[in-house]
């Protein structure tokens, strides 16, 4: 499929989508407790959108044929990374943990919130954001990580956000070149695990 070139002003656009709800709720305009009542129209009218480009399953990081190399890269930084913070914060550099109680929260991360965010955030921006060539890809990866890590800004809390900054930026670094939604996913799912049941998140 022939890659369709976008402007700046589009390009633009389609990140204001994502940017901002997370704001609204970040300055009070949007109380915490309704984050899911404008994040959920959001996302699915992102997924809509996707459909409606045509972006190819290639595009999206829908592919086998280089599983096993993407995996290994994905998940052993990121979980290197994440038991090394976990290890810093378990001895209590920065703050006590937390963790939810309820095991449906683990469940529904791990099968619906983890990948629907990598889709949205992560397979669509990228296809999305390819499509404008003058931008260098350093900078690509940058504005889909900074694009991520601003979703978590709803939290009101700095570890989160340099933690989510971090990891998208890593994530994104090596779906970027190795273009695999699955791998991403599983890393996801693993990390997010992870920091949620040792009271990151």
Known sequence: MKI?????????AF????????FFIFVGWIHYEYRYHIMIPIIVMIIIYA??????FK?????????KSAILWQVSI??????????????????????PQ????????LFLSGPVQEFVYRSVAIAEIER???????FKILIVSFNFAWLHIIYLDIIIFLAALIMGIIWTSIYYYKRNFWAVSIAHAITGFLAIWYGLI
């Open 4 to 12: 369709k070139k976008i402007s700046y002003i589009h390009l633009i």
């Open 15 to 22: 990140f204001l989508i994502y940017a901002l709800p997370p």
């Open 51 to 56: 459909f409606i480009q045509k972006f190819s």
């Open 59 to 67: 595009s999206l990081g829908f592919r086998l044929d280089n599983f």
């Open 78 to 99: 990121s979980v290197g990374l994440t038991l090394a913070v976990i290890i810093i914060l378990q001895n209590g550099y920065i703050r006590n943990l937390q963790a």
């Open 102 to 109: 309820n095991p449906w929260f683990y469940v529904m991360y």
């Open 132 to 138: 404008h060539q003058y931008i260098n890809p350093f």
